[in-house]
């Protein structure tokens, strides 16, 4: 297939993956920021929600200061925020217009519908209520896209490529939660939080779509160690790292036993999935939550570029 | 201007037979039906994102064709006239093309001026001398067509660089099937569908000889073009690679794309960007469009363009005058299809007599296109016929008049009910190295105001489903 539609496809799946992220992490955001102080303490949870986003440097740019009207503007409507839900759902949306050949019926019917329902949401919501309807919505857009994608599509290339963006991006989102709120999930001796925590565990799992899987695979109550072992290590979470290396490796070897040729991208995945197979959580801890997940996250870029550099361009 | 002749009601008002039919059902049909029908055909059209660009227009970045219900009815009689017709023009067409890039013998012989090419910029110097495989110049060509009465139709224009709509011609027939199953179970209509498979056919046939499986792409200048949904459209049909210029390249005369795999050779171009942009070595330097060195493969037979290069001399609006002619110096036949009378402005007495009849004339540019910077005389306030009188004085080859045809009318759903309103029809015609291919319809366009005789998209026009009965 064509590169330039291979990227297409890498970056759409992306967008809407990111998109979603960014509605769960508001989603998560508001609840916290509802509740009394009493139960989380007085962090700021919109300036977290900013940092959770990648996106820090370029709001504090244009604003003074992180609260809610700010940061909901910035994550949700902004059109200045390349990462916004409404850029992500715009550039996704010209995207599929540019490989409307490689996209299905039903796909581009998502995305398409997607973006024509988006101009209703206008500038932003009018009240909470509307806003949370807008955050369940673009939730169930990119639910929509990913079932589309994945009831439809040939399984060929051009769906390895799609799944390949939905996997780099999501393992990307994990990290980078992990990576904002490492400090609360460190084994009980080092923690400086205290129980007020709780609900920070929560909002994170909540983030990743992760709060009632957490129940079903340890059947006790939330324990900030397991919630970084759901994330980083257990297979069957969708959303941990170790899940997604799992995707974006099985995807990668497609591609190469279609293609007949290994290459850096692929050797480069094998190499982030070993080390997740073989580490143990008590050993990342000994070692640094912190500087696990920063390196993690700098590996899976890498990855990102060789994708490109040895696919897309 | 005579009362025009309704394709339904003919000129004295009784119902002709091939739209018996219709208007029974459209007697029938209450008329909060057929505006609900309208509706919904039009919700349909936004969520497959059938849109088209307007120049200039940045606010409606993607605007709809307004699409009438109401489908325009041919006889079989009708089509096979018309069908005999554009085979038969189309012809003219390719072989004026190749005699002009090769023997000339048509200027030689006097019939069409030597500077009426020469000194065209749809002329390609590049070109001269240059086989093309086949000699096929205009693989897909857009002749639009008027009627004027129950027999006669005229070409308006031929479209031989890169004509469009074809895809509405497809899509109007697929809504139309799925909003009025009713009315398509009581007739028996000629399907459009297997246009794809025809131009892919047509495209094949044409490769470079070399080349056994040939590798076809089309081109596009990309999403921002008024026709890229059409280009995406047709690809996907087609089953062939949508690419722009940044994804192909040359090397050792051989065209390539870039894949995820490498590069893959490309043999037949269906190319929908214009001769200016195709190659910035030869044509326009600052086209971003294109590929460098294109026109090298091009010539050294490596790779197939479809159209080919230089086609625009053959449907300039001054070389369209001396169709008839040139249809008689290359077939010896008669032509069947009627051109409508044209004075060139180039031509003294021509000119004379069109400024004494600005009024009641239709002038237009002879390189425009689009029903951009025309003069509708009959419909023109005596401000906007004098600064056109100035325009045409300062530089009449520019221009070509035409009587303002009364342009035959169907019904057409409007705000109040139905009334008549003019259409003309762009059927297209393939020619391959086998053969010539038309399928039985085309797109028809219909002027939705009053009166208008104008049904350019650009300005407000909509189209029709054509339905060509069967038998």
Partial sequence: MLSRTADNLYWLSRYIERAEYLARILDATQRLSALPLTYVGTSNEWESAVATAGCAT?????????????????????????????????????????????????MWDAINGTWLELKRYGNGPTSREEFSR???????????????????????????????????????????ILDVKYHLLLPENERVGGPLDYFQWAAILRSVSALTAYHWVYRESLQPWLVADLLILRDEMPRSLASCYEAIVRNLDSIASAYGRQGPAQRQARSIRTRLQNSRMDGIFQRGLHEFIGEFIGENNRLGALITEQFLT | MSAAFDEMKGHNGSVRSAYTELARWLAEVPPDVL??????????????????????????????????????????????????????????????????????????AGVVPDDLVFRNPAFRPEMSGQDVPHSIYVHVAGIDIVRVDAETFYVLEDNARTPSGVSYMLENREIMMRLFPELFSRHRIAPVENYPDELLATLKSVAPSSSRDPNVVLLTPGVYNSAYYEHSFLADKLGVELVEGRDLFVKDEIVYMRTTQGPHRVDVIYRRIDDDFLDPLTFRPDSALGVPGMMSAYKAGNVTLAN????????????????????????????????????????????????????????????????YGMLIGPAASKVAIEQFRAKLKT???????????????????????????????????LTGRDRVRIVPGGLTRVALKEGSLVVNSSQGGGTKDTWVLDG
Wanted: hydrophobic letters at 40%; aromatic letters at 12%; a neutral charge.
């Fill in chain 2, 395 to 429: 530089s009449p080859k520019n221009f070509i008049a035409q009587p303002t045809l009364a342009l035959s009318t169907c019904p057409t759903c409007i705000e109040q009910g139905v009334a008549p309103r003019h259409v003309d029809l762009r059927p297209f015609v």
């Fill in chain 1, 134 to 176: 807008f955050l369940r919505w673009v939730q169930e857009s990119s639910l929509r896209f990913d079932g589309s994608a994945y009831r439809t599509m040939l399984r060929n290339d051009a769906y390895w490529f799609s799944r390949l963006g939905v996997y780099i991006e999501r393992a990307d989102n994990t990290a980078r």
């Fill in chain 2, 308 to 371: 080919a290069v230089g086609t625009g001399i053959a449907d300039d609006k001054a070389v369209y005058s001396f169709m008839p002619a040139i249809v008689k110096f290359y077939l010896g036949e008669e032509p069947l299809l009627r051109n409508v009378p044209t004075w060139r402005c180039r031509e003294e007495e021509h000119l004379a007599y069109v400024l004494d009849h600005l009024h009641e004339l239709v002038v237009k540019e002879v390189h425009g296109s689009g029903g």
């Fill in chain 2, 35 to 108: 505006d609900y029908r309208r509706r919904e055909a039009e919700l349909i059209f936004r969520r497959i994102g059938i849109t088209f660009a307007v120049y200039g227009e940045a606010e409606a970045q993607e605007r709809l064709i307004p699409f009438d219900v109401i489908p325009r009815i041919m006889s079989a009689p009708e089509w096979r006239l018309l069908e005999k017709g554009l085979t038969q023009r189309v012809s003219a067409l390719n072989a004026f093309i190749k005699d002009i890039y090769g023997a000339r013998e048509i200027l030689r």
């Fill in chain 1, 58 to 106: 370029a709001f504090f740019k244009i604003y003074d200061e992180a609260n809610e009207a700010n940061v909901t503007d910035f994550l949700a409507f902004s059109t200045a925020n390349s990462s916004s839900i409404r850029s992500c759902f715009e550039l996704a949306r010209g995207n599929a217009r540019a490989v409307r050949t490689a996209l299905t019926m039903e």
